[in-house]
């Protein structure tokens, strides 16, 4: 684990990209400082693909990415991080590497010589696949029409290289597909290749790569990729020389003092997370803070074997938000949900519907190489012999769809009591909903999966262990979430929405287990993946609160709007609605004149948000297959929605019912922010969160931050707190700067201090936190349309101590009365 001097007080995170650098983060340090902040949190800082907006695309682990500033840039960064006490945590990617264009020279060198480079085993290539016209090759699909189009059409063009002295196909001058040297022709015979597509088909067709239409690859893809992402291949960072080369530089800049931390991304996608994890910190110049990118299920433990000092923090945030929702509005929320939409599937059902829909049709190539795997190890035990490929498919497909978790962790030691009861879980679902397949298939895999022995069975447990992630990534995280929208502030990473409130017992029993097995776990409520800004959610959930006064509005908003809102699905249109609402700029006037350029602005934002979501959804639209039409209407329907309209329209009654919940939105808030900043745990705070953050999905949530405003309003940090002033987000601002202050007076306080529940009724959330005779109390009160209620009944052993507010810096009597003010409040003992 992790040594108390590594571990930060709190983390602030910046997506760093070709506009904000090395430079740019430099000059934020002094504010950071003065905010309270310990340590800088960036986003991945290698090479990545050129205008790369997030730099999850690693082409060269050896260098820094260039569009961020030098090497030097970013020893003066954390330099200046240094000088003021400050540290710094990267996001490191062992998982994939971007490939595609032209700067990935591992993976060019591989679909140039094949399994003959060097590089070969560098990537998670299938070089034997079902499909013989790949033996001995790599799918390349990157065609945006059928590969005979392509070549007729001249997207396909030889050219030769004098700086590199090789030729290659250039697919539509973007892609280079280099030849094997040993196929090269002759220099004077390019333009007559070219002209001639029968030698040009043949050149194609010699060489270690297949080029195809991009939509191939969910048939026939024969490289492991981060999800569903074909210019992302995954790597095999299990093997010693990847892993070296992939964490050369990273390590010299933890040995240099540099960096104190890492985050590992997506630690799931790798053959055996514990390996990695475990071998990271034995070869670790200096012990650093380590949190892994894991994605828990309600009822899912981080392995407390890893040697990691928790995750990044989506369950907590989860946690927090249906902590959140008022559970007394559930049966009237779910009543009009179903009303006006239609919908009657249980989300179990929309879930399960959602992740065979994936695993059917963009990701058929992954099962069908596991299934023949499967049929591999059937075929060589006579009692097994007769399972047939397909039965097989079939069976791995509804067991994948049915894995209650993203994945097991089986390995060469065998599997744990939970992988096993899980699996057993998924099997015996698998067998319910196919009683046609034969039993001795589900039999067949039960055994294999308990039992894998060596090579063969092993291998096959490892790539199924690979296969379940994404397919439930895809499934519930970016298909199921954007179905199932009874309340979609509850429609979030890591969360499933059926579980509207988890009650203020299970919250204190979730940071007591956190305090007792990883008392410094990253705490989040918003990045660059969640669906939805902290605030966004915050303003939605008062609908939890209200479903009668939302199912009226939203009845008189779809006849106000007329033939645009009749053109667009109702289950999306109540999805609409909510995210409308929640991202509706909390600066915007009540009423009277919307500002016309930030009023713009927020019609690209919304109509981009909206649409990506209905693609996700994959129901009216996708992805691979847009829908034109509908997602016209949507945009008609935005446009609609925004435009000046009567003062009976849609627009003056929408800011009207914004109006009605924007204060209490504020008070969620503020009440998600005080919990992140006071249990157990290492509070994160997103860029540009210390205001509401009322991002909508990425790329939305990675859009610039108008850092000078936050400066401006931190010089007036001191100033009294008042929940008049809910619009700007500056008490926001102020609750955080003063608890970032508590933390740093008294650190020892917050990172061991003890958690004890105090009783204080169904609507206030109350904790101690205490250490060496020193305390804080902390009650928060979850729903503002609800009179707190309870007084606060604390231990009798602090009948006598003395309070004072940490908000105002006075002595104060802890009394639930507090809560009116700001629905939250904090006591020290002085």
């Not at 189009?149 to 002295?165: G, H, I, M, P, Y």
């Not at 209407?633 to 109006?659: C, E, K, Q, S």
């Not at 008070?667 to 860029?687: H, M, S, W």
Request: glycine letters at 8%; one cysteine or more.
């Amino acid at each position: 684990m992790t040594t108390p001097a590594a571990v930060p007080r709190a983390t602030y995170r910046l997506q760093l990209n070709k506009d904000f650098g090395f430079a740019q983060a430099l000059a934020l340090v002094p504010y950071l400082d003065r905010l309270g902040i310990s340590h800088l949190y960036l986003s991945p800082i290698l090479r990545a693909r050129a205008g790369s907006t997030h730099g999850y695309d690693t082409v060269e682990h050896r260098e820094i990415n260039p569009e961020l500033g030098t090497l030097d840039d970013f020893r003066r960064l954390a330099t200046a991080a240094r000088e003021r006490e400050m540290g710094i945590i990267l996001d490191f990617v062992p998982n994939h590497m971007g490939i595609g264009g032209t700067e990935n020279v591992y993976w060019l060198d591989v679909l140039k010589l094949g399994q003959g480079s060097r590089y070969a085993h560098w990537f998670d290539i299938d070089w034997h696949p079902g499909d013989s016209s790949l033996t001995g090759k790599v799918l390349v699909p990157v065609l945006g029409c059928s590969y005979g189009e392509a070549l007729e059409q001249d997207r396909l063009v030889l050219k030769f290289s004098a700086d590199t002295n090789s030729f290659a196909i250039w697919v539509d001058n973007t892609n280079l597909l280099p030849l094997d040297p040993k196929t090269y022709p002759a220099s004077g015979e390019i333009d007559a290749i070219n002209a001639d597509k029968d030698r040009l088909d043949g050149l194609v067709k010699l060489q270690h790569w297949r080029v195809a239409r991009y939509s191939v690859a969910a048939d026939d893809i024969n490289y492991r990729r981060f999800f569903i992402v074909n210019e992302l291949a995954g790597i095999r960072i299990e093997e010693p020389d990847v892993f070296d080369h992939a964490h050369a530089l990273i390590f010299q800049l933890i040995g240099q003092g540099l960096v104190d931390g890492l985050r590992i991304d997506h630690i799931d996608g790798l053959r055996d997370p514990k390996a990695y994890a475990v071998k990271l910190r034995e070869k670790s110049p200096r012990p650093i803070y380590l949190v892994v990118e894991k994605i828990l299920a309600p009822h899912e433990q981080l392995r407390g074997d890893w040697g990691v000092d928790g995750t990044t923090g989506y369950e907590f945030s989860t946690h927090l938000t249906a902590l959140g929702s008022d559970p007394a509005g559930e049966a009237g929320l779910s009543r009009a949900y179903e009303e006006f939409t239609g919908e009657r599937l249980a989300f179990t059902e929309i879930e399960l519907e959602s992740k065979l829909t994936i695993i059917d049709t963009e990701m058929g190539a992954e099962l069908d190489r596991l299934a023949t795997l499967a049929r591999a190890i059937a075929v060589g035990k006579n009692a097994t012999s007769d399972l047939t490929r397909n039965a097989l498919r079939n069976a791995i497909r509804m067991l994948v769809a049915h894995m209650p978790v993203y994945r097991s962790y089986a390995d060469g030691d065998g599997s744990s009591e939970i992988d096993r009861r899980n699996v057993g879980l998924s099997l015996a679902e698998a067998r319910r909903d196919a009683p046609t397949l034969d039993p001795a298939v589900f039999d067949f895999l039960a055994e294999l999966i308990a039992n894998p022995g060596e090579q063969n069975g092993l291998e096959f447990v490892l790539r199924l262990q690979q296969f379940t992630g994404p397919a439930m990534a895809k499934g519930l995280e970016d298909t199921a979430l954007y179905r199932g929208n009874r309340l979609i502030a509850l429609n979030d990473v890591g969360e499933r929405p059926d579980r509207f409130n988890i009650g203020i017992a299970a919250f204190h029993d979730f940071n007591a287990a956190r305090l007792a097995q990883f008392p410094h776990a990253m705490l989040t409520t918003s990045s660059h993946d969640t669906k939805r800004g902290e605030d966004t959610r915050a303003r939605i959930l008062t609908l939890s609160g209200r479903a009668g006064a939302w199912k009226t509005a939203v009845d008189e908003w779809t006849a106000q709007l007329g033939p645009v809102a009749e053109g667009i699905e109702r289950n999306e249109l109540w999805y609409f609605f909510q995210m409308l609402l929640g991202a509706w700029p909390t600066d915007f006037p009540e009423t009277g004149e919307l500002p016309a350029a930030a009023l713009d602005q927020f019609r690209q934002r919304l109509q981009a948000a909206m649409q990506k979501s209905v693609r996700e959804a994959r129901v009216n639209s996708s992805w691979t297959k847009p829908n034109e039409v509908y997602e016209t209407a949507l945009t008609r329907l935005i446009d609609t929605a925004l435009a000046d309209m009567p003062d009976d329209g849609f627009l003056t009654a929408f800011r009207l019912f914004a109006t009605s919940i924007g204060e209490q939105g504020a008070r969620i808030g503020l009440a998600q922010t005080v919990l992140k900043l006071t249990v157990p745990g290492v509070p994160d705070i997103y860029q540009g969160a210390e205001l509401w953050e009322q991002s909508m999905v990425d790329p939305d949530n990675r859009r610039p931050v108008d850092f000078v405003a936050r400066w401006q309003l931190l010089d007036n940090a001191d100033a009294p707190l008042d929940i008049a002033n809910w619009r700007d987000g500056s008490v926001k601002l102020q609750v955080i700067e003063r608890l970032l202050r508590e933390r740093a007076d008294d650190p020892e306080l917050f990172a061991k201090g003890s958690y004890e529940p105090v009783a204080a009724g169904d609507h206030i959330v109350a904790f101690l936190r205490r250490h060496e005779g020193r305390s804080i109390l902390v009650a928060v009160a979850l729903h503002p349309w609800t009179a707190p209620g309870d007084e606060l009944k604390l231990p009798e052993a602090l009948a006598s101590t003395q309070w004072q507010d940490a908000f105002a810096g006075t002595a104060s009597v802890p009394d639930s009365a507090a809560l009116a003010a700001l629905s939250v409040a904090v006591w020290r003992s002085v």
